[in-house]
C-alpha cells in the first residue's frame, strides 16, 4: 500500500492543501453573526536601528458584499509573541482599498509609486487630503488600546459588486512602517526620525531634503538605520503585522458610514466669496514642534495648532477619534458654534508589556456619541486643535483626526439579538477554495496513474 506512488501522492497533495488553507485563511469565527478573521502580513526582517517601509498588495482581507466592523493590528514574531514598542515601534500601519484591473499582477511589493493607473484604482476614503492619507484603516504605536468598533447599525461597506468597475476586483494594500530600537542611542530621536540619526541627507528618491528638514518619514524610510550605541549587537530577527478584522454580512438594515481624515497640517482655507478662489486641501501629515524654552511664545510648554475644515456633506457622527505621536496632550475637533464634537486624548504606558510600554502612546481615547446626538451639517467650519507638550522639540509629529459619518435621518432601531452562539467555521469563500483544492489533489493523483511522478511532483510544489 504504502509503496503505492498513487497513495503518496494524494497524501502529499492533501498535506499541501492543508497547509495553504492554513496559511491563508487564518482563523476565522462567526459569533452571532459578526465574523472575525485574523491574518498575518508577508514577514518582514528587522535588525537593531533599521527601517522597514512595506508594501504589501493584495493582502488576505475578507471577501464579498460586507460591512467592516472592526480592524485591530499589533506587530508579533514568528512565535506570535507580541512585540513590545521600545524594541520594534510601530510608526503606522495603513490599510487601503484599491481596485486591481483582472489578470494583472503587481510584482513589486515594495513600490509605492508602482500604481498604473489604469490597472489599480485606490478607492479613496471620503477625505480630505488631496494626496496621502486615502487609507480606510490606519494607526501607530497607539494601535494596541484604541477602539475602532463601528456599532450598530453602522459599518463601512466594501465589495459591493454593483461598485466595482468592469474588469477589475477589488484588493487590499498594507504599509507598514516599523523601527527597531532595540540598542539605539537616542530612541525618541530615532521614532521621530531625526535626519542626524540616519545619516540622511537626500530622501528615499535621491533629493536633497528642504534645508530646514530635521526629522519626519523623509529621513527613516525602507532600509535607513538608526544609529546604535557603540559595540551593540543583536540578531536580525523576522516579524509580521498581525491584523483581526470583524465584519458581518451586508443588509439593506445596516447605515454605510463614509470615513473622513483631517489632518492638523491641511493648508485649505475657506475659499473667499469676493474671488471664488477654492482652495487644495495640501496636507502635509508631519509637523515639527519647537521646544518651548527656545520658542518665542513660551509661557506654556503647550503647543497648540489648528485647522478649519469643512465636510462637503453633514451628517451624523458614530465615531471619532485622533492620532497624535510621543508628546501629544489631546486633541479636539470643534464645531463652529464651538461644541465639541470629539476629544480624544492619548494613554502613555507606564511599564514594560506590550500594550503598557513607558512613555509612548499605547492608546487613544475614542468618542461615540449616542447616534443622531451629535451632527456636522453640509459646509459647516470645523475647527481640529492638536496639542503637544513642548517641554522638548518633537520632529516629524502628527495632528490627524478620525470621524465616521452617516447620512443623517438614521432607520429606527430594531436589532433583534440571536441566541449567543460560538462556533468555528470556514467562511465561504475558503470553502470553496477547499473544494477546488480538494478536486486538484484528486485529479492530479487520477493524473498521476498515466504520468511520470517527477512530473507531477513538480506540478504540486510548483
Ligand atoms: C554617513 O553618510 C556618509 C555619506 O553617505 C558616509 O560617508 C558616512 O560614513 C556615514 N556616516 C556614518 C556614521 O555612517
Ligand atoms: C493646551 O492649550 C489648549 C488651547 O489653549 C487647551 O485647550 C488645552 O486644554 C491645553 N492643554 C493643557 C494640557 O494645558
Known amino acids: 500500500m504504502a509503496r503505492c506512488p498513487q497513495v503518496w501522492l494524494l497524501f502529499l497533495a492533501i498535506l499541501f492543501l492543508v497547509i495553504s488553507v492554513q496559511n491563508s485563511q487564518a482563523r476565522l469565527r462567526d459569533e452571532n453573526g459578526v465574523k472575525s478573521g485574523v491574518f498575518l502580513s508577508p514577514k518582514f526582517v528587522l535588525e537593531p536601528g533599521s527601517v522597514a517601509n512595506k508594501f504589501y498588495y493584495n493582502i488576505d482581507f475578507p471577501r464579498g458584499h460586507i460591512s467592516i466592523k472592526e480592524f485591530n493590528a499589533e506587530v508579533v514574531d514568528e512565535a506570535g509573541n507580541p512585540i513590545p514598542l521600545y524594541e520594534t515601534y510601530l510608526h503606522h500601519w495603513l490599510v487601503l482599498r484599491y481596485y486591481q484591473r483582472k489578470g494583472v499582477e503587481i510584482s513589486n511589493f515594495n513600490d509605492n509609486l508602482g500604481f498604473h493607473q489604469s490597472d489599480t484604482i485606490i478607492v479613496r476614503n471620503s477625505g480630505l487630503c488631496e494626496a496621502g492619507l486615502s487609507q480606510y484603516f490606519g494607526l501607530g504605536s497607539e494601535t494596541r488600546k484604541t477602539a475602532t468598533h463601528v456599532p450598530d447599525p453602522y459599518g463601512i461597506e466594501v465589495g459591493n459588486l454593483a461598485e466595482i468597475p468592469d474588469g477589475y476586483e477589488e484588493k487590499w494594500l498594507l504599509n507598514v512602517h516599523a523601527i527597531d530600537t532595540r540598542g539605539v542611542e537616542d530612541r525618541l530621536g530615532c521614532i521621530e526620525c531625526r535626519c542626524d540619526l540616519y545619516n540622511v541627507t537626500e530622501d528615499e528618491h535621491g533629493q536633497p531634503l528642504k534645508p530646514h528638514y530635521v526629522g519626519g518619514l523623509y529621513c527613516c524610510y525602507d532600509?535607513?538605520?538608526?544609529?546604535?550605541?557603540?559595540?551593540?549587537?543583536?540578531?536580525?530577527?523576522?516579524?509580521?503585522?498581525?491584523?483581526?478584522?470583524?465584519?458581518?454580512?451586508?443588509?439593506?438594515?445596516?447605515?454605510?458610514?463614509?470615513?473622513?481624515?483631517?489632518?492638523?497640517?491641511?493648508?485649505?482655507?475657506?475659499?473667499?466669496?469676493?474671488?471664488?478662489?477654492?482652495?487644495?486641501?495640501?496636507?502635509?501629515?508631519?509637523?515639527?514642534?519647537?521646544?518651548?524654552?527656545?520658542?518665542?511664545?513660551?509661557?506654556?510648554?503647550?503647543?497648540?495648532?489648528?485647522?478649519?475644515?469643512?465636510?462637503?456633506?453633514?451628517?451624523?457622527?458614530?465615531?471619532?477619534?485622533?492620532?497624535?505621536?510621543?508628546?501629544?496632550?489631546?486633541?479636539?475637533?470643534?464645531?463652529?458654534?464651538?461644541?465639541?464634537?470629539?476629544?480624544?486624548?492619548?494613554?502613555?504606558?507606564?511599564?514594560?508589556?506590550?500594550?503598557?510600554?513607558?512613555?509612548?502612546?499605547?492608546?487613544?481615547?475614542?468618542?461615540?456619541?449616542?447616534?443622531?446626538?451629535?451632527?456636522?451639517?453640509?459646509?459647516?467650519?470645523?475647527?481640529?486643535?492638536?496639542?503637544?507638550?513642548?517641554?522638548?522639540?518633537?520632529?516629524?509629529?502628527?495632528?490627524?483626526?478620525?470621524?465616521?459619518?452617516?447620512?443623517?435621518?438614521?432607520?429606527?432601531?430594531?436589532?433583534?439579538?440571536?441566541?449567543?452562539?460560538?462556533?468555528?467555521?470556514?467562511?465561504?469563500?475558503?470553502?470553496?477554495?477547499?473544494?477546488?483544492?480538494?478536486?486538484?489533489?484528486?485529479?492530479?493523483?487520477?493524473?498521476?496513474?498515466?504520468?511520470?511522478?517527477?512530473?507531477?511532483?513538480?506540478?504540486?510544489?510548483?
Open 223 to 462: 532600509e535607513t538605520r538608526c544609529r546604535l550605541r557603540k559595540g551593540f549587537d543583536s540578531a536580525k530577527r523576522s516579524l509580521y503585522l498581525r491584523y483581526t478584522v470583524k465584519w458581518v454580512d451586508w443588509d439593506n438594515s445596516i447605515v454605510p458610514v463614509n470615513i473622513y481624515i483631517f489632518d492638523v497640517t491641511d493648508t485649505w482655507k475657506r475659499s473667499d466669496q469676493s474671488t471664488g478662489l477654492s482652495r487644495r486641501h495640501d496636507c502635509a501629515i508631519e509637523y515639527d514642534i519647537e521646544s518651548c524654552s527656545t520658542s518665542m511664545v513660551s509661557d506654556s510648554c503647550n503647543n497648540t495648532k489648528r485647522v478649519s475644515l469643512s465636510l462637503p456633506t453633514g451628517g451624523d457622527v458614530i465615531y471619532a477619534v485622533g492620532h497624535q505621536h510621543a508628546g501629544g496632550i489631546g486633541s479636539t475637533l470643534y464645531g463652529e458654534d464651538g461644541r465639541v464634537i470629539c476629544k480624544s486624548i492619548p494613554t502613555y504606558g507606564e511599564g514594560k508589556e506590550a500594550g503598557n510600554e513607558a512613555g509612548y502612546i499605547v492608546g487613544m481615547s475614542t468618542c461615540y456619541p449616542q447616534p443622531g446626538s451629535v451632527k456636522v451639517s453640509e459646509g459647516e467650519t470645523l475647527i481640529l486643535e492638536s496639542n503637544y507638550n513642548s517641554a522638548q522639540r518633537h520632529t516629524g509629529v502628527m495632528g490627524l483626526f478620525y470621524i465616521l459619518v452617516a447620512d443623517p435621518s438614521p432607520k429606527p432601531e430594531s436589532i433583534l439579538h440571536a441566541p449567543f452562539e460560538v462556533y468555528e467555521k470556514l467562511a465561504i469563500p475558503n470553502f470553496v477554495w477547499v473544494i477546488a483544492l480538494f478536486g486538484t489533489a484528486v485529479a492530479i493523483a487520477v493524473y498521476g496513474r498515466r504520468t511520470r511522478r517527477e512530473n507531477v511532483y513538480q506540478s504540486i510544489v510548483m
